[in-house]
């Protein structure tokens, strides 16, 4: 017990001082687009008094940037070397039968690949002011071991096949949403457009489906196009799953859109 409060200390701790590192860069004297497009608007007005201490607190912040930027080039990270279709594992990978100790390492893994993955789809939507948090990928960890232990030994049955893959992709996307582990800015494309869930399931919805491509494993290792597969198939499916979604079963109605996917992608 002691253990898992430390470690859910420590991956919310890494949460905030991700957030404060944002918040840093985007105050770098040298940094935004936004701040250069800023200056050539307002360059008519009369200057702002405070625009030296300005100056000073957007030098400072890129000093503060760099500095952790070469602390953080000591300190040994948990990373992926790379990030594509090869990253992502299989869901018995994610959710194995076994001790506390298996648990939690399994646990580690799925919020650590979760995040680097997240990141690599948020870039290839081309959003850049969305918030990853561990900590949401570690509470939908803990909600599909809590709420759907019957879909997790289906999967780990030998005989299991394309349905229990599929059901389990549901099942996670459902927690994924219901947790929101990717937050985004104000300003978040076509956000007004196709609705807050929409936007959220164009970015969990591939994560989701890369993994039940790597759990059903049919060519062996996954290839690293994978996941730009998954998010083309997605945004495709993208209105489908979002009728799935809204329904009172979600789980049960996105069973055959998962399992469909998953029976034609490579």
């Given at each position: 017990?002691?253990?898992?409060?430390?470690?859910?200390?420590?991956?919310?701790?890494?949460?905030?001082?991700?957030?404060?590192?944002?918040?840093?860069?985007?105050?770098?004297?040298?940094?935004?687009?936004?701040?250069?497009?800023?200056?050539?608007?307002?360059?008519?007005?009369?200057?702002?008094?405070?625009?030296?201490?300005?100056?000073?607190?957007?030098?400072?912040?890129?000093?503060?940037?760099?500095?952790?930027?070469?602390?953080?080039?000591?300190?040994?990270?948990?990373?992926?070397?790379?990030?594509?279709?090869?990253?992502?594992?299989?869901?018995?990978?994610?959710?194995?039968?076994?001790?506390?100790?298996?648990?939690?390492?399994?646990?580690?893994?799925?919020?650590?690949?979760?995040?680097?993955?997240?990141?690599?789809?948020?870039?290839?939507?081309?959003?850049?002011?969305?918030?990853?948090?561990?900590?949401?990928?570690?509470?939908?960890?803990?909600?599909?071991?809590?709420?759907?232990?019957?879909?997790?030994?289906?999967?780990?049955?030998?005989?299991?096949?394309?349905?229990?893959?599929?059901?389990?992709?549901?099942?996670?996307?459902?927690?994924?949403l219901g947790q929101r582990p990717i937050r985004f800015g104000d300003a978040a494309p076509d956000a007004t457009a196709i609705g807050d869930k929409?936007?959220?399931?164009?970015?969990?919805?591939?994560?989701?489906?890369?993994?039940?491509?790597?759990?059903?494993?049919?060519?062996?290792?996954?290839?690293?196009?994978?996941?730009?597969?998954?998010?083309?198939?997605?945004?495709?499916?993208?209105?489908?799953?979002?009728?799935?979604?809204?329904?009172?079963?979600?789980?049960?109605?996105?069973?055959?859109?998962?399992?469909?996917?998953?029976?034609?992608?490579?």
């Amino acid at each position: 017990m002691l253990r898992q409060i430390s470690e859910d200390v420590r991956v919310n701790l890494k949460d905030r001082l991700r957030e404060v590192r944002d918040i840093i860069r985007q105050s770098r004297h040298d940094g935004a687009s936004e701040a250069s497009l800023l200056r050539e608007a307002t360059s008519h007005l009369p200057p702002f008094p405070g625009k030296g201490i300005e100056g000073l607190l957007s030098h400072a912040a890129s000093a503060v940037d760099e500095a952790l930027s070469i602390a953080e080039s000591f300190v040994p990270h948990e990373r992926p070397i790379r990030v594509d279709g090869t990253t992502v594992k299989g869901l018995g990978t994610y959710f194995p039968a076994g001790d506390e100790e298996r648990q939690l390492g399994a646990e580690r893994l799925f919020r650590r690949d979760m995040y680097y993955l997240g990141k690599a789809v948020l870039a290839g939507l081309k959003i850049d002011n969305a918030r990853i948090h561990e900590a949401g990928f570690a509470a939908v960890h803990a909600a599909m071991r809590k709420r759907h232990g019957d879909l997790l030994a289906a999967l780990a049955a030998p005989d299991a096949g394309l349905q229990a893959i599929a059901a389990t992709c549901s099942a996670l996307l459902v927690e994924c949403l219901g947790q929101r582990p990717i937050r985004f800015g104000d300003a978040a494309p076509d956000a007004t457009a196709i609705g807050d869930k929409a936007l959220d399931i164009s970015c969990l919805a591939p994560i989701v489906l890369a993994c039940g491509l790597a759990t059903t494993g049919r060519d062996g290792a996954p290839e690293p196009d994978m996941l730009e597969i998954a998010i083309l198939a997605a945004e495709i499916r993208r209105d489908r799953i979002v009728q799935a979604c809204a329904k009172a079963t979600p789980v049960g109605e996105l069973t055959p859109v998962f399992a469909t996917l998953l029976a034609h992608l490579p």
